[in-house]
Nanobody
């Protein structure tokens, strides 16, 4: 069992930066694939970024590529999402998720979810 808690969200002006944190409790954190997703009002949850166990591979949605960066620190049971050059369309609740097997762009593939943190980008 893994519990995930996100933090770091807030209100920022367009062009600004935020760093999201997701701290996990439970065993074998280092063996999980980890992902960040987001959901805006009235829209489906969408993939943002993912990182494999060991941090060897990362994947990004086209909409955030070059602006966002995912990383992990297994010693701290933490996964990060550095968000730069934020745009109003990045406004959403951001969720981290853990996958016991691999990583995926599909939310249904993930086994554990955090409660989310709100990111609001003003124009």
């Amino acid at each position: 069992q893994v519990q995930l808690v996100e933090s770091g969200g807030g209100l920022v002006q367009a062009g600004g930066s935020l760093r999201l944190y997701c701290v996990a409790s439970g065993r074998a954190f280092s063996s999980y694939g980890l992902g960040w997703f987001r959901q805006a009002p009235g829209k489906e949850r969408e993939f943002v970024a993912a990182i494999t166990w060991g941090g060897g591979n990362t994947h990004y949605a086209d909409s955030v590529k070059g602006r966002f960066s995912i990383s992990r620190d297994d010693a701290k049971n933490t996964v990060y999402l550095q968000m730069n050059s934020l745009k109003p369309e990045d406004t959403a609740v951001y969720y981290c998720a853990a996958d016991r097997v691999t990583i995926s762009r599909e939310p249904a593939e993930y086994d554990y979810w955090g409660q989310g943190t709100q990111v609001t980008v003003s124009s």
